[in-house]
């Protein structure tokens, strides 16, 4: 008994150290003052929208699928893990949605290995595309406006690949479907 109140404490403090740890980073990378990052560097994330849509990553057969291959419609890109409790826990949600969205195109980032992206695959399926950016997708994230590179992170784009929205955490469905309905009835 008292060794399991010892994990459970230790567990705790665990978290709170990464949590402080990510409140750190994220603060540490805010403008002068305190502020939120700079007009300029929003602009800058939005030019790195547009070189995002110039990637091509491979999906989990190996087939590299250009995200350009989407141009012209408004796309939902969502970061995510196998070994991330809120990616997972957010998929059925995304997967929801993306069914009552059609004229939206969905697509899931892994920033994990292909394989572990396989084998998650044959355990919960979604009907959107799964792509495979490895752990070098934080890269990604962060040009994209998420500075502290962590996630879910989810990205809406609008048919012109601007940013539409940043999502930074799990998303919640029903504020997700308010903005994903600015284009009901398109495309």
């Not at 008292?2 to 402080?20: Q, T």
């Not at 002068?32 to 994330?45: D, K, L, T, W």
């Not at 990205?155 to 309905?181: C, E, H, M, Y």
Request: hydrophobic share 45%; glycine share 12%.
């Amino acid at each position: 008994m008292k060794r399991r109140v010892f994990l459970s404490g230790a567990a705790g403090v665990a978290a709170m150290a990464a949590g402080g740890w990510m409140a750190w980073r994220v603060s540490s990378r805010k403008g002068p003052g305190g502020s939120a990052p700079a007009q300029g560097q929003q602009g800058a994330a939005q030019a790195d929208a547009g070189q995002f849509m110039q990637l091509a990553l491979p999906d989990v057969a190996g087939r590299q699928v250009p995200l350009s291959s989407f141009a012209g419609q408004p796309m939902l890109v969502n970061f995510w893990a196998t070994w991330c409790p809120p990616c997972v826990k957010e998929m059925p949600d995304l997967e929801a949605l993306q069914k009552k969205f059609p004229q939206v195109r969905f697509v899931g980032i892994g920033i994990d290995t292909a394989e572990n992206i396989r084998a998650f695959t044959e355990k919960v399926q979604v009907s959107y595309p799964l792509l495979v950016a490895g752990h070098q997708g934080i890269d990604i994230v962060r040009s994209l406006g998420n500075s502290a590179g962590g996630l879910p992170f989810t990205v809406v784009f609008d048919a012109d690949g601007r940013v539409n929205r940043r999502i930074l955490g799990q998303v919640k469905p029903d504020d997700l479907a308010r903005t994903l309905s600015a284009y009901a009835g398109r495309g």
